[in-house]
């Protein structure tokens, strides 16, 4: 018996030195009700009383032998998941995270904005309008009666006969001067409409700031003074301004107002088309016809009043050369502001 009990010891440590070994298969084989160590104890009945507690002490030790090894190996194997998964489920807490991508404004919100800042510094207000407007608003108040030919370069959409998509952001001008008198000084970005097809310089959409000064004694000086500080803060220092005669129905006298080219300083190169000037916006003296609708009397006061295309401030200040850029969403053009 006592060989028995060796040999089921020898055996046992043998099996849980597989690495393999089923941990919970070998226990119930060897100290399991129907295991062998049992089995073997069972049989003690048959010993001399001499011999039963030998073999007792004997048997317990290999019982405990065998636990141990077991519980051993089970703490072992324990271990060994545990650094398999420290192992596989590291976490470098040197490494760099992953940054999330901030996004920032769009280039026409952001030139938009500094234009905003540059009037507001001036002393102008902001001012809104709707982007659906009566006839009234965008051409007859502006001295743009039906038929003239003036409509023609500003076809735009009908949503009926009397309702449009405004075509410019002079409708603004009049809804200011109904509500508020003298002394007026506002600015009015927003959106205008055009049924133009979309090409590298015409879309349907696009944006525009105007801007309309009314008081006492306002002169042409004061629209060239303030559109000069404009334009060098807005193109750069060394900046110049040139008004050309234009006509606009509802200023007299209009003129159209270049800068010279900030890449060359108005000796002519390629962005400038070899002219040294770059248009940006149309000016002029309020009509007394406009001022005298919106109930402000021209024997009084004066203004004038401007627009200019925000899309065509930032194509000359970026030298960006298609106006489809800003709407594609590439963000290969819009990362680079
Ligand atoms: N509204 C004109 C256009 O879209 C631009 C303009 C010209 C606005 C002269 C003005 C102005 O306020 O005085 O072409």
């Known amino acids: 018996m006592r060989e028995k009990l060796e040999q089921i010891r020898k055996e046992a440590l043998q099996n849980l030195a597989d690495v393999n070994a089923d941990l919970e298969e070998i226990r119930v084989r060897y100290l399991g009700k129907k295991g062998e160590l049992t089995s073997v104890l069972r049989s003690m009945g048959q010993l001399s009383p001499e011999e039963r507690p030998k073999i007792g002490q004997l048997a317990n030790e290999v019982r405990e032998s065998i ?15 545990l650094q398999a998964k420290l192992k596989s489920e590291k976490i470098d807490v040197t490494m760099p995270g992953e940054e999330p991508s901030v996004g920032h404004l769009h280039p026409l919100n952001r030139v938009q904005r500094e234009m905003e ?14 982007d659906v407007e009566l ?11 039906e038929g003239h030919p003036a409509r023609d370069t500003q ?3 009908y949503i009926s006969d009397k309702v449009l998509l405004r075509s410019q952001t002079s409708p603004v001008q009049v809804r200011v001067m109904e509500k508020q008198k003298p002394p007026i000084r506002i600015i009015s970005p927003g959106r205008v409409y055009r049924s133009d097809a979309l090409d590298a310089t015409h879309s349907p959409l696009f944006h525009q700031m105007e801007g309309l000064v ?4 306002i002169t042409m000086g004061d629209l060239k ?9 807005m193109f750069g220092d060394s900046t110049r301004i040139r008004f050309r005669p234009h006509h ?15 890449v060359c300083g108005g000796c002519g190169c390629r962005v400038c088309k070899g002219e040294g000037w770059i248009e940006i916006l149309g000016a002029g003296m309020v009509h007394p ?9 021209p024997e009084v006061y004066s203004g004038f009043a401007f627009g200019m295309g925000i899309e065509r401030v930032a194509m000359t200040r970026y030298g960006i050369d298609d106006i489809r850029l800003f709407t594609d969403n590439d963000a290969r053009f819009l990362n680079q502001f």
């Open 248 to 262: 606009f129905p509802f200023t007299e006298p209009s003129a159209e107002v270049d800068v010279s080219c900030f």
């Open 117 to 130: 800042e540059i009037f507001i510094g001036m002393g102008f207000s902001i001012a809104e309008g709707p």
């Open 289 to 297: 016809f406009v001022l005298s609708n919106c109930g402000i009397d």
């Open 67 to 81: 636990e141990q090894e077991i519980s051993r190996r089970a703490a072992q194997a324990k271990d060994l998941l």
């Open 225 to 233: 003074g303030m559109l000069e500080t404009f334009a060098k803060k």
């Open 135 to 145: 006839d009234y608003y965008n051409f007859q108040a502006l001295n743009i009666p």
């Open 155 to 157: 076809d735009t959409f």
């Open 214 to 217: 009314v008081d006492k004694g």
